[in-house]
Nanobody
Framework: QVHLVESGGGLVQAGGSLRLSCAAL??????MGWFRQAPGKERGFVAG????????AYVDSVKGRFTISRDNAKNTVYLQMNSLKPEDTAVYYC?????????????????WGQGTQVTVSS
């Protein structure tokens, strides 16, 4: 059975850092990504990584501040978040795609984690 297990969320002051982790249990994936949903807003793409090439993509609002990476041996993807802003406050979801996927589209992803809360205070 496939599970995505997330960890690393929490409360941090503006300008601080957090690292999210997502361990994929049960199989490997071609693409993994992070999405987020703030209160009253739709869920949106944050970052994604192709497992074989490690090519990455980011939403413009996090470029230069967030870094997505993966550990092949642990089948785990990370999201390092630096210079956090209050507008980064959201529930962050890990997602995984089994096939070739449009990396920014949530409809291309087959599995989702349970979500982890990130709160950035001003």
């Amino acid at each position: 059975q496939v599970h995505l297990v997330e960890s690393g969320g929490g409360l941090v002051q503006a300008g601080g850092s957090l690292r999210l982790s997502c361990a994929a249990l049960g199989r490997t994936f071609s693409t993994m990504g992070w999405f987020r949903q703030a209160p009253g807003k739709e869920r949106g793409f944050v970052a994604g990584i192709r497992w074989s090439t490690t090519s990455t993509a980011y939403v413009d609002s996090v470029k230069g501040r967030f870094t997505i990476s993966r550990d092949n041996a642990k089948n785990t993807v990370y999201l390092q978040m630096n210079s956090l802003k209050p507008e980064d406050t959201a529930v962050y979801y890990c997602a995984a795609a089994t096939g070739v996927a449009a990396i920014v589209s949530e409809y291309e992803y087959d599995y989702w984690g349970q979500g982890t809360q990130v709160t950035v205070s001003s």
